[in-house]
């Protein structure tokens, strides 16, 4: 705690620290900087091995992308050099053979005028280390330059995953390859992979080839796609737990394989979302027979020590319809199919553990009597995150870390897997609580739009498993969390520029500074809003305003703080205030020509026009402030109709900046 | 002729066609539109060939990529499905197997309500059909569509190519890769590729694998890589002639081979701009064994009818102070170094003859003896261009066509192969005139800004090569070009998304937006002024604003026309002249207290004091303006005194809108 303070105060301070996410555990500011020029050499000292040679190759080429400066040969391997070169990598010795939870992934860096050097137990800790020194690189006054400091760093917890469903909505290994970039940038270290589910399966089985030949519609990952994913991952420190759903969520599964089903076949892939009813029987030994041979294929693809099985949303309606089951059921005194489902369960955590790994499940696996090195992943609530410390099993927090849900990246920040019920848990409890993980899935994004769905908002996520707890200001984190998505830019995530080129597609004949002026304003509707809003398949294309549209508005945040400022006194903020107001009342006279041309802007016209009614009725409110005069009743009683109307999402989207406008009108009242 | 004027005439009646560039050679409008949707099929009917399967996936993935509809399954090579398919291929036959300037690249594209079907007669001709089809997709009332329409279309020129230099600065694969794609969206149909010049040898050879050992710092082409490459742009209808500059230009491959020189090496890789020593001798018969076995080698990796060997700039130092070659000229007859070289350019000319190739060379090569196959390169001015073709030579046009001077893509648009003293020439000795080339020399680009460089403006040369003689109309020049612009983003191309990257990278602490402001309205300055501002090397970094400013600035071309417009009594653009000024008037202010902060910002400082200056300057004229008042002369003239330093360029780069600025001034007086 005293080191988070430190760090927190300092931080006004440490110019080149301002980007830093996840802050690290304490940091002391030296003085001077240290130049990178044409001269930047980095070389390795201690134990060396052919990831940290890779690493040191990878950080100078990220250096000579982000400074523009030509570095080619800047990596010299030789140790020798560890005198004169930029930065020196000093490893105390290997890590684990596969990395596993206990990595040591602390490390030191330390920034003279002359020298930086990071420190490390283990190359895992050279790696976040090298993701440190690259956010503090900063053009100064003479030319490239990072501060010089000294920073002593270790995550707060060991566990600190994304999950990306490649299921719903298959997700080409570009995808999957950049988004691990993204995620050691801000020191992740678990890909959870989900990897099979209703609407598709998407590993190649050798052993069950009809899996991927009927349950996805020919886009899967071979296997040597999968062991070069797992390789990547690896080089950046990351751990690839795969998820197969079971017994639940298995439609793609029982598409290629109906006779494992607990219902009649044959099944399909489901083109849907939501919860369907083709589900494993688990009172049959083919199924378990199965089971064991394909958990022991895929334990050999994934070498990580956990492995993911699913276990949620067992709707029960196959189990129900079928007298054998029933039959099954009685004879083994089993009253609910939660008793039925704990069975399986089991029966597969011993496959699992026979296979040399480690179980993980949804929440609904939890039962008092599952061993005690199974992992739980609380996802309906803190509840289970607490019963599982309880009742002795480790567990990770991805309730409140749904990123599909479209939520703002504060929401997320708040979330703190020691807070609430969690705290009044004992140590030894909480230490139970091995992090968390942000979940990404897929039913609303494609390979076109994940990348803006997960970043920069993920990034807030990783600050909250790594940094200290006390690390909680809003506005540092917004800051830092701007310059991290600068970063992720450079890495080749599409989070960004992906935007313009969506809204051109939009536009037609628009014009497109107009089309984005509304885009910048709104938001996707947020929560399982959208799975009511119409019908939506695995087919429905992703490319509507809806989809463009950022998770979180920016300009919208901004001008709440603008708003506030200006009721609060200052004049230049409301002399801004009033500005952008009028390129919202003007807005929609811009796009109007251009509805007719393309159905895809013709959708948001509503939005458009309401946006302009807002801009209008905000100009008119700063009149009656600035005049000093009370707003007539009659038109107050029009613009509350507005903002009551606009609160009402239309096209899916909700406009961001009602709020701020409607305190305008308050304060004309 | 009148194909031509049809379809200027046509064009403002069809919607759909707006975006088509290069203009068709002719076009129909028919009645409505053809939906294109998630049913989209596209079949092949007639001759196939891998190639035409290949193209045709490429489409489905591409109108997957513009429209966002998932489109996983759309190539139906089956030709059963020709009935019912959106786009029909309908291909009467084979290409040539290596592709030369005979090829037929016409085709008819004719779209009706209920299909699409392109005709050619062979693949070339489909695969630029497949192109206008591309850009015809567009959002209408009710999803995406194509407009019922007839073209025919063909060629005018059937050399149309881009120089892209590999040398100077080294273009990674993936750069020619993606510029391929480019050059295929405009119908561009060569690729002169400049392999080996002073600064740097880039292909592998097995022979004489010291060329890319020492000549290449190791970057170089493998000659799989080659052969990729060649196979890449043959599926996009695309020659690739390679360019091995001898006997100037050499000294990358004199420093792997110094015993080849005029002159007493050792030779070094050369850092530098400009023309160098280092020149083969062409007085020993060891040079012609060497150019023997290693056009041999080279003309086996590019199969190409076509050699280009350079022959460009050489300054004959070496010559004159080598008494062996003194002799050589003496006892040859020889009075001039142009007599030497034509002596050397006629050897050459042997050797590439007798590895079954055409040679082509720089118009330095032109003289009354050369054998009438091989093709000359107009670079110095079109004097040579007619030159070669009364002297019985076919020749290409680059002169005009030097896209890295930085001209405006109108300058480019404007030069016609046939016009100026080619217009005296008769009708056979026009036709000698085989097309033209866009030059991308590399002195100041690098993989991240090539792109900026060639694209969009290397559109309106393709334009000029492709469409009818008469299609000249600036204006609409400029708007289809934006239309392609946004196409190539589509394809890949990286001309617009670097821009706020290497903003950002500038900017430290400022406010992009202000950043994007001062950007916006600058360009970098013009022709080899660049050369002359400071000392550049090949190692210089280009991460400046005069790397990011654009070529051209739409910001100032739209100004400009505003101000015409506002000037001739439209008040509505004088309200909009009034915004834009008051905002380059308050940038300054916002970009000053972060020029301490980044030493790439702070080069710019005068010009963003004089973009405000200028700003200014614009309003208080536009206050003389609306009173009628004359403007006092002691105003007057410090307004010209910040004219006339705003004219001379600082940081290499020019402020655009100063021209208009001044009409505003004028008015004023």
């Known amino acids: ?31 001077g900087a240290l130049a990178i020029d044409t001269g930047f050499q980095i070389t390795l000292t201690g134990y060396q091995e052919p990831r940290l040679r890779a690493a040191a190759a990878r ?50 860096l330390e920034i003279t005028p002359q020298q930086a050097r990071i420190r ?106 999968i062991r070069e994913i797992v390789r990547y991952a690896r080089e950046r420190g990351i751990r690839v737990v795969p998820e197969f759903d079971i017994p639940g969520h298995s439609a793609a599964m029982l598409t290629a394989y109906p006779d494992l089903a607990a219902g009649p076949g044959p099944f399909q892939i489901v083109r849907t979302w939501g919860v369907h009813d083709p589900t494993l029987d688990p009172t049959r030994e083919e199924v378990y027979d199965f089971l064991d041979r394909f958990i022991g294929e895929m334990a ?17 309606k196959q189990w129900n319809a079928n007298p054998a089951i029933q039959e099954f059921k009685r004879a083994h005194n089993m009253t609910t199919n ?34 005690k090195d199974v992992v739980v992943q609380s996802w309906r609530g803190a509840k289970s995150l607490v019963e599982a410390a309880r009742q002795g099993n480790p567990v990770i927090l991805s309730s409140g870390y749904y990123i599909d849900l479209v939520q703002p990246a504060s929401q997320h920040y708040a979330v703190d897997p020691l807070n609430g019920p969690a705290a009044e848990l004992t140590p030894e409890e909480q230490a139970r609580i091995l992090g968390g993980e942000a979940c990404m899935w897929a039913e609303y994004v494609n390979a076109e739009t994940v990348d803006s769905r ?19 200001d809003t506005g540092s984190m917004y800051r830092r969390m701007e310059a991290v998505s600068r970063e992720l ?66 300009t919208a945040r901004e001008f709440a703080n603008l708003v506030d400022r200006g009721l609060g006194g200052d004049k230049a903020a409301m002399e801004r205030v009033r500005e952008q107001l009028a390129v919202w009342r003007g807005n929609d006279a811009r796009l109007a020509p251009a509805y007719g041309g393309s159905f895809l802007l013709a959708e948001v016209a509503p939005v458009s026009q309401d946006i302009s009614a807002l801009g209008a009725a905000g100009l008119e409110a700063l009149d009656y402030i600035a005049a000093r ?22 096209a899916e989207l909700l406009i961001m900046i009602a709020a701020p406008i409607e305190k305008l009108l308050n304060a004309a009242k």
């Open 454 to 472: 997960i970043w920069p908002r993920t990034a807030a996520i990783a600050e909250r498993l790594w940094s200290p707890r006390t690390v909680t």
């Open 489 to 554: 830019d450079w890495l080749g995530l599409e989070h960004r520029r992906g935007y313009v080129p969506m809204l051109e597609r939009i536009a037609g004949s628009a014009p497109l500074d107009a089309v984005r002026t509304l885009a910048d304003v709104v938001e996707p509707v947020k929560g399982y809003a959208r799975n009511r809003a119409r019908k939506y398949t695995s087919l429905t294309p992703l490319n509507r305003m809806v989809d463009a549209a950022r998770p979180e508005s920016d």
């Open 338 to 371: 939660a008793d039925l489902q704990l069975y399986f369960t089991r029966r597969v955590e011993e496959l699992v553990r026979k296979h040399g790994k480690k179980m993980i499940g949804w929440d609904e696996i939890l039962s008092e009597g599952m061993p």
């Open 59 to 108: 950080v100078v080429a990220r250096i000579a992308r982000q400074t523009g400066l030509p570095l080619a040969r800047a990596f010299e391997p030789d140790s020798s050099a560890a005198e004169t070169a930029t930065l020196v990598l000093d490893t105390r010795g290997p890590g684990a053979e596969v990395q596993t939870p206990a990595a040591d992934e602390s490390y030191t």
């Open 120 to 225: 490390a137990a283990e190359p895992t800790g050279i790696l976040r280390g090298l993701e440190t020194f690259l956010q503090l690189i900063r053009p100064g006054e003479k030319g490239f330059e990072v501060p010089a400091i000294r920073i002593e760093d270790r995550p707060r917890f060991a566990w600190r995953g994304l999950l990306i469903d490649s299921s719903r909505h298959f997700m080409p290994i570009a995808v999957i390859r950049r988004n691990l970039d993204g995620m050691a940038a801000v020191k992740l270290n678990v890909l959870h992979w989900h990897l099979s589910d209703d609407q598709g399966f998407r590993v190649e089985s050798k052993l069950f080839p009809l899996l991927q030949r009927m349950g996805s519609d020919g886009r899967f990952y071979t296997q040597d796609q």
């Open 1 to 31: 705690m005293r080191t988070a303070i430190a760090a927190l105060m300092l931080i006004a301070g440490l110019a080149g620290a301002q980007d830093l996410m996840p802050l690290p555990a304490s940091m002391t500011a030296g003085h």
């Open 300 to 316: 050999g693809l994934f070498p990580d020590p956990y492995f993911h099985i699913g276990g949620d949303e067992v709707n029960g």
């Open 629 to 650: 005069k009370h707003a007539p009743r009659q038109w107050l009683e029009r613009q509350e109709a507005l903002i009551g109307r606009v609160k009402q999402p239309r």
